[in-house]
């Protein structure tokens, strides 16, 4: 009787559990497919993405990817890009900002000529 408790005991928290991977199962899916179109808007790598598969042991296995060889390289190249490109931008707005001073100054410099003319 005692045996037969605990084995009821045991097969409802294995429902319990196996109720509980499936909702989050159903989470990564959802989860995925934003990746995915993340992925595809930020066009990182050509035919990267997620493809869930139940019977994986592994993260790996179980996303369709493995993120430290696949997508991290991907992601840390876009930051270079991006922070090259950052770079540029505020070299080109130092540039910009030097000649805004200088012209600012002939302005003032052919105002003051043409006030003393008058």
């Given amino acids: 009787m005692e045996a037969e408790v605990a084995r009821n005991g045991w097969e409802e928290k294995s429902w319990d559990l ?3 991977i499936g909702h989050k ?3 990564l ?9 993340a ?3 930020l ?3 050509q035919g990267l993405q997620y493809v869930l598969n139940a ?5 790996a296995e179980v996303l369709g990817i493995d ?7 991907a992601l840390d190249s876009f930051a270079d890009d991006i922070n090259k490109s950052s770079m540029s931008k ?5 540039s910009l900002q030097q000649q805004s001073v200088e012209n600012a100054t002939k302005i003032e410099a052919k105002r003051n000529r043409v006030a003393a003319l008058q």
């Fill in 18 to 20: 196996d109720t509980m």
């Fill in 25 to 27: 199962f159903k989470e």
């Fill in 29 to 37: 899916e959802a989860l995925s497919i934003e990746c995915n179109q």
């Fill in 39 to 41: 992925l595809r808007r």
């Fill in 43 to 45: 066009k990182l790598v």
């Fill in 55 to 59: 019977k994986g042991s592994s993260p």
């Fill in 67 to 73: 993120y430290k060889s696949t997508l991290k390289p």
């Fill in 90 to 94: 505020l070299e080109e707005l130092i």
